[in-house]
């Protein structure tokens, strides 16, 4: 009898509330239409994938505790040659320029050098006395051992001997720190290559310009698919912040260009900026990586205490306050929902969503924009 009652007692009050006319209730039937419409957007599953509307269930996770830190992206040192002629003189020819690639071993300029000619004369006056040399005193060894020649005489031709050495080696020595060999030594010919494979950066020459040993990097050589990211971590962080930590990188707009791991910390902070530095390696992530770019990085420093977390776009404002969409029949409800901590890009739901019920992962602010359109065009401002 209880059960008959409880069926029949919802039915009785609708055929009373249906007698009563809008005055007398408070409550009429555009009121009730607006008070569901406003909060559900229809929409037919074909039109929700069209627009990307995408469902997930809510479940209890325990995201990362996330610290951000400033980075800039830099090259891999290891990786970077700078190019700069050994001897002195003019540009005879360019090989290569800016956003070349070359290979190790690639000739980038060709120089007229003087000083590699004079170089060049010195060896071949080295090893022209060292043949005189070698043949005197050959010639004193069979007169001592005849006993023509003293001791004296074969002593001293022995000693010039041990001086052409010197000379010859000194002079070979000379052209190897020129960076010349075989006939371009002897035609004056400084040839500047590359030491590592990778893309010129840069190049201070010009044709028929004079250089000067030493004036400086004539080219800068270094691998884009090599970089660092060195990132400033602040004192109060050092205790989180440890080698083998996930980072992600992400630039102003806050999509993530890379994730990669730290692989090193160094011991002691700055003495200008009081930070220390944690590096990370990096790919070029598909080349939207520069080096000298500055970047934002999330370091995963822990687990978080377990929540029903949802990723942040999928809680839209609205009314003043957060809700989430979720899927029924017809279309999609706007649920008000309480929000508590925020870990990364996961927003934990406190209220309002339970674990195990879907709701809208991808498309939520096209809905919300479809919802606050049929808003508007009831007249209505939320």
Request: proline content about 3%; glycine content about 10%.
């Amino acid at each position: 009898m209880n059960a008959r009652i409880l069926i029949a007692a919802p039915l009785l009050a609708a055929a009373l509330l249906s007698a009563c006319s809008p005055g007398e209730t408070g409550y009429d039937d555009h009121d009730d239409d607006h008070g569901h419409d406003h909060d559900h957007v229809e929409m037919s599953a074909e039109a929700a994938r069209a627009a990307g509307v995408e469902t997930a269930r809510a479940v209890l996770s325990s995201p990362a505790e996330i610290i951000e830190l400033p980075a800039e992206v830099r090259f891999d040192q290891d990786r970077v040659a700078l190019v700069t002629p050994r001897v002195g003189g003019i540009v005879r020819a360019l090989e290569a320029s800016e956003g070349d690639q070359v290979e190790s071993g690639a000739v980038l300029a060709v120089l007229d050098s003087r000083e590699l000619a004079a170089l060049a004369g010195e060896r071949r006056g080295a090893a022209a006395a060292l043949a005189l040399a070698e043949t005197g005193y050959a010639r004193e060894q069979r007169l001592l051992e005849q006993g023509i020649a003293s001791q004296a005489e074969h002593d001293a031709a022995r000693e010039a001997l041990e001086a052409a050495r010197a000379r010859t080696r000194s002079a070979e020595a000379g052209l190897r720190a020129a960076g010349a060999a075989g006939d371009d030594a002897e035609q004056g010919a400084h040839r500047l290559t590359a030491p590592v494979s990778g893309t010129v950066m840069r190049r201070d020459l010009a044709l028929g310009q004079s250089v000067e040993a030493g004036s400086g990097p004539a080219f800068m050589i270094a691998d884009e698919t090599a970089l660092w990211a060195d990132m400033a971590v602040y004192p109060q962080h050092l205790a989180q912040v440890r080698a083998g930590a996930r980072v992600l990188l992400s630039g102003d707009d806050g999509e993530t260009l890379a994730e990669t791991w730290i692989a090193f910390i160094a011991p002691q902070l700055s003495e200008t900026s009081r930070t220390a530095l944690a590096r990370a390696r990096l790919g070029d992530a598909d080349g939207r990586l520069r080096a000298g770019q500055f970047l934002t990085a999330r370091v995963e420093i822990g687990a978080a205490v377990e929540g029903l977390f949802v990723p942040a776009h999928a809680v839209q404002p609205y009314e003043g306050g957060w809700a989430v969409f979720t899927p029924d029949d017809h279309g999609f409800d706007a649920r008000m929902v309480e929000t508590g901590r925020r870990i990364g890009s996961q927003v934990e739901i406190v209220s309002g969503l339970a674990p195990g019920e879907l709701y809208v992962v991808a498309g939520a602010f096209t809905l919300r924009a479809e919802l606050e359109k049929s808003s508007f065009g009831d007249g209505h401002a939320h």
